[in-house]
Structure formats: structure tokens, C-alpha cells
């Protein structure tokens, strides 16, 4: 049951962080997405088969705390975007700040709650992992390396000189996929300090974020 709540926050979460590019791109001019069909929660328009299930299920199986993944890239042409130079940007940002968004309002909800009773002990872990795992995908999505958001946001600050780099690490994403391995603890480290360090402001209650890690620990 708990592998089944994970999966569905980790799916609802990753879908509502591409229509959010979607709907950005679409704002500053660019309909693409909307004609490929992805401005849709229908998390079938969005789903991955590595990213959205072999990835979370092989690691909920191991004996980590991390479960990531992620959906298919929503198209975004950038020509298309009426500011040339920032737009790019802007689109990348929308994703990882929809899931602030989604982390910030399940943090409200358990502050104004807290001590009242409102909330059951068994509802607080459940809260709690909605927040981390957006938080999680918000900042593992803003690590500067293509194709990741981050990436589109530095390389809008950088000569345009440097776009070739860029074009080569998002064609072979086996390249990202070694980096990330090689450095994996250091990256989960920086992660898991930033998105803890978070967690705490939004919900105001260390307890919170213990009762949420040792619901993945006991999972």
C-alpha cells in the first residue's frame, strides 16, 4: 500500500511539473505543447517507462531513502517563445516551482494543523512525503546539467558560444547518467540538506520530517 502512494505522488507530482512547462511555453507563445496534447493531468500523455516506473520501483526496492523519477520532456520549440532571451528560462523555472507550490501549500496545511488534532499521526508521514518528494524534484531538477531545468537556466546566462556543450549532453543522456553515478553521493548529500533544510521552514516541526524519512525507512 505505501508503494502504491509513493508511486501515485511521485507520477501526480512529475506530470504536473511538465504541463506546468507546457503552460508556461504557451504563455510566452509557444504552442507545441499544447497541440502535442501534454497540456493534460492525463498522466498517460506524460508517463515514461524508465523514468516513470523501472526507475522508482527499482529504487524503492533498494535500501535508499531516494525515490526520484521523472515523465517524458514536454516539446517546447524556444523559437517560438516572443522573449528570445529569457523565455527559455522562464519555461524551465515553471516546472520545479510548480512543485514549491504543491510543497508549500501541503506545508501550510500541516502548520495551521499542528497541535490541533486535525490531523492523525498515520495522515502527518503521508502529508509529510508530498512535501519531500516535490521538494526532492524541485531541486534535483534546478542541478545545472542538461537536460535538466537547472541546465536551461544557466546556459540563458552563457555566451551562445557554449550551446554546443549543452546540445551534447542532452543528446546523450547516458553522459548525464555517469556523471550523476560517479558523483551520486555528493549530488543526494547537497539534495537532501537543501530539500531538508525546507522542509523544516514550510512545515515548522522537525518531528514531521522524522516521522516522514522513517515512513520510507519502514516502508
Known sequence: ????????????????????????????????????????????????????F???????????SAIVGWAKPVPVNPYNLRNQKYGEALVA?????SNVVIAVVFGVLIRLTSGTGFLSEEIVPLLGLVILINLVLAVFNMIPIPPLDGSKILFTFLPASLEDIRMIFERNIFIVLIIVLLFAGEIFYVIFTIVSWIFLILTGDVSVLDSTFQFLSNR
Open 1 to 52: 500500500m505505501e508503494f502504491i502512494f509513493i508511486i501515485l505522488i511521485l507520477i501526480l507530482s512529475v506530470v504536473i511539473h511538465e504541463v506546468a512547462h507546457g503552460y508556461a511555453a504557451l504563455h510566452l507563445g509557444d504552442p507545441t505543447a499544447k497541440y502535442a496534447g501534454r497540456l493534460t493531468l492525463n498522466p498517460i500523455k506524460h508517463l515514461d517507462l524508465l523514468g516513470s
Open 54 to 64: 523501472i526507475v522508482p520501483v527499482v529504487l524503492f526496492l533498494l535500501p535508499v
Open 93 to 97: 523555472v515553471a516546472g520545479p516551482l
